[in-house]
């Protein structure tokens, strides 16, 4: 018999869990920030010694598209793959891998976005 005030273990995970979600951002923009700055710098100082550097984005829409469709559907399936071997002993944590179907649908959605960019841009090659 439990005594009073005793838990399931489960605060552990939730508390482990929401210290992901509000740090794994902050580390995410940090780290952006830090390479944009980083890119920003090489190009001031390719410009100081005057090289011709294009001032063009990296990747086209097409291929950021791509590169967080397969981003989000990896992550999520990932999350459930994990939360699928901790239900073999805590049948509840069904519920915690249903979470993973918003990063699956968001990365489906960009897949199919990246799908429908290079259709247009087919087709707009063929007209000419």
Request: charged share 20%; proline share 5%; aromatic share 10%.
């Amino acid at each position: 018999m439990p005594c009073k005030g005793a838990h399931n273990g489960w605060q552990h995970y939730w508390f482990g869990g929401g210290n992901a979600v509000f740090w794994s951002p902050l580390a995410a923009m940090y780290t952006y920030y830090r390479v944009h700055r980083l890119r920003m710098e090489e190009r001031v100082a390719a410009i100081a010694r005057g090289a011709d550097v294009p001032m063009e984005p990296d990747l086209s829409e097409a291929a950021r598209s791509r590169r967080w469709g397969i981003l989000l559907s990896a992550i999520s399936l990932g999350y459930v793959a994990m939360m699928a071997i901790i239900a073999r002993s805590e049948p509840d944590a069904w519920k915690a891998a249903a979470i993973g179907i918003v990063p699956l649908a968001a990365g489906i959605g960009f897949l199919l976005d990246f799908a429908l960019i290079r259709r247009d841009l087919k087709a707009a090659t063929h007209r000419q």
